[in-house]
């Protein structure tokens, strides 16, 4: 098996997690800018965040065997704050690095004008930078969330083609899928989405455009719940492939909408000779 990991905070996780989840099969991950617990009070501070996750948390990564790219954004949380919105303009100089493969987490915490605002402003930067957006839907009132969600990306400049709305489940699945956007899945121990609920939700759907993930962070999660996803699905008769496309070419083939995805060795890792992986061992 081998797995992409398109939404997870490694920032917050710990050098085990790291050397599990290369021995699960985990070649490549998307780390997106978020929210860290505490209250940032200066634009500064996601500076500091931003050159960690260019350059430190990839660094940190390839010492596992691991591909490292992010997603950069104001998070919808933090959107809120107006010591932080400046975000907002610095954000192009960081759009432009080159393992940058799209623009997020954005989206709605707690639909507010503020979050609106951001949502749209971070739309129009991802048309601008040639990339996809990563956008969480909230947690709570889930289906009116999803709905003015789609409305902002109908009006913006991007395609819902390079959209991918990530914290479904089975309230919002639907609506997302045909409003032609990117289908995202979050995993998380004890809350939210579990893995058979995920295999319901691809027996019921289909394997098109689904990513699972883990989204794990500080708080309590599971770095390994893309793993347990890809084994109930095999558990409830998916074949190889239908876990291959989910769990790494849909992945793949998003965030290689905006051209700078590099899997370059940890590919060739992952690749089948006569359908065997050198990862066997691992699995
Ligand atoms: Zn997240």
Same mark, same amino acid.
């Given at each position: 098996m081998r797995i992409f +990991?398109?939404?997870?905070?490694? %920032? /917050? @996780?710990t050098t085990d997690d790291y050397e599990a989840m290369r021995a699960a099969g985990v070649l490549a991950v998307v780390e997106p800018a978020f #929210?860290? *617990?505490?209250?940032? %009070? /200066?634009?500064a501070s996601f500076y500091d965040y931003f050159d960690a996750l260019l350059g430190w948390e990839p660094f940190r990564a390839a010492q596992f065997g691991v591909a490292h790219h992010c997603a950069l954004a104001l998070n919808p949380k933090e959107a809120n704050d107006p010591r932080c919105t400046e975000v907002l303009q610095e954000l192009p100089r960081y759009l432009? !690095? +080159? /393992?940058?493969?799209?623009? *997020?987490?954005?989206? &709605? =915490?707690?639909?507010t004008p503020a979050e609106d605002h951001a949502l749209a402003a971070q739309l129009q930067l991802a048309a601008d930078h040639g990339l996809p957006a990563l956008v969480h839907t909230p947690h709570r009132d889930k289906l009116t969330g999803l709905h003015r969600t789609v409305d902002v990306v109908r009006e913006?400049?991007? +395609?819902?083609?390079?959209v991918l709305l990530d914290h479904l489940n089975e309230t919002t699945v639907k609506a997302a899928k045909d409003a032609g956007c990117w289908l995202g899945f979050s995993v998380y121990? =004890? %809350? !939210?989405?579990d893995e058979q609920r995920m295999v319901a939700i691809l027996a019921e &759907?289909?394997?098109?455009r689904v990513l699972v993930n883990s989204?794990? +962070? #500080? *708080? @309590? /999660? =599971?770095?390994?719940k893309t793993v347990r996803t890809g084994e109930a699905m095999l558990r409830a008769g998916f074949c190889a492939d239908d876990v291959d496309r989910v769990l790494w070419r849909n992945p793949v083939e998003f965030y290689g909408l905006g051209g700078r995805l590099d899997l370059g060795p940890v590919a060739a890792a992952g690749a089948l000779h006569e359908g065997n992986s050198v990862l066997r061992g691992g699995e």
């Open positions: +990991d398109p939404h997870i905070h490694m %920032t /917050s @996780r #929210w860290l *617990g505490q209250p940032r %009070t /200066s634009p432009v !690095k +080159d /393992s940058v493969v799209a623009v *997020g987490e954005i989206g &709605y =915490d707690s639909m913006s400049a991007l +395609d819902p083609e390079r121990p =004890d %809350t !939210k989405m &759907y289909g394997p098109e989204a794990a +962070d #500080w *708080g @309590r /999660s =599971d770095p390994l």
